[in-house]
């Protein structure tokens, strides 16, 4: 990769069950092979005080979480991940492939929670100013298929796992729609596909990245 290169922040996408875990490991190892200096990371998450707060967002309660406390909780998170992690890598030259981000909130809050969608915008405008994702790669799944995959995981389900099928199917619709809206930055893989297959449309997708 050439000096002049910009690093690149990229975002994996998807429902609970469409294989984001696995692939964020190829992606990485592609990565690697290619010599591009990088990071893995998660939302929420990403530094010790935004584990903590994740901890919180998904740990099952008896306590009824409010949406908007849920939304900001999630956001607050963001901005320790973005000024302690995210933006310090990418200014340094390193690459950062994220385990979701905004966009993950406007599917699960926004659409999920029914939240709305302007009060999410604002809290992204204010929280990341002007930096968003150079590339959103979008696993997309039937919900079906990932509630499948869902129950056949080892473990307690955790808050978000624990919600219902027309949860997932507005999470999902809303995914289509940013993707539709913003189709130079989204790219969807069939992630229902065969995993040898899913990793060659993720290894594409990369390598435009790395050429461009």
């Given at each position: 990769?050439?000096?002049?290169?910009?690093?690149?922040f990229?975002t994996?996408e998807?429902i609970?069950?469409?294989g984001?875990?696995?692939?964020?490991?190829?992606a990485s190892?592609?990565?690697?092979?290619?010599?591009i200096p990088h990071?893995?990371t998660?939302?929420?998450?990403g530094t010790?005080?935004?584990?903590e707060?994740?901890e919180?967002?998904?740990?099952?309660r008896?306590?009824?979480?409010?949406?908007?406390t849920?939304?900001?909780l999630?956001?607050?998170?963001?901005?320790q991940?973005?000024h302690s992690?995210?933006v310090?890598h990418?200014?340094?030259?390193?690459?950062?492939l994220?385990?979701?981000?905004t966009d993950?909130?406007?599917?699960?809050?926004g659409?999920g929670?029914?939240?709305d969608m302007?009060?999410?915008?604002?809290l992204?405008?204010i929280?990341?100013?002007?930096l968003?994702p150079d590339?959103?790669?979008w696993?997309?799944a039937p919900v079906?298929l990932?509630?499948?995959r869902?129950?056949?995981?080892k473990?307690?389900?955790?808050?978000?796992?624990n919600?219902r099928?027309r949860?997932?199917?507005?999470?999902?619709?809303?995914?289509?729609?940013?993707?539709?809206?913003?189709?130079?930055h989204?790219?969807r893989?069939d992630a229902?596909?065969p995993?040898?297959q899913?990793k060659e449309?993720?290894?594409v997708?990369?390598?435009?990245?790395?050429?461009s």
């Open positions: 990769m050439s000096e002049s290169k910009p690093a690149r990229i994996l998807g609970e069950g469409v984001k875990s696995t692939n964020l490991e190829f190892a592609f990565l690697k092979q290619n010599g990071v893995v998660r939302e929420p998450g010790p005080m935004a584990e707060i994740r919180l967002l998904l740990r099952p008896e306590e009824k979480v409010h949406d908007l849920e939304l900001l999630i956001f607050a998170a963001r901005a991940h973005l992690f995210i310090p990418l200014r340094q030259g390193t690459w950062v994220c385990d979701r981000f993950a909130t406007f599917a699960y809050q659409g929670r029914e939240l302007d009060t999410i915008s604002q992204e405008n929280v990341q100013g002007t968003r590339r959103i790669i696993l997309d079906n990932g509630m499948k869902i129950a056949e995981r473990g307690a389900p955790d808050r978000f796992e919600e099928h949860f997932f199917e507005r999470v999902r619709n809303v995914y289509e729609a940013r993707a539709t809206a913003q189709p130079d989204y790219r893989i229902s596909a995993l040898e899913v449309a993720l290894e997708e990369l390598a435009s990245l790395i050429n």
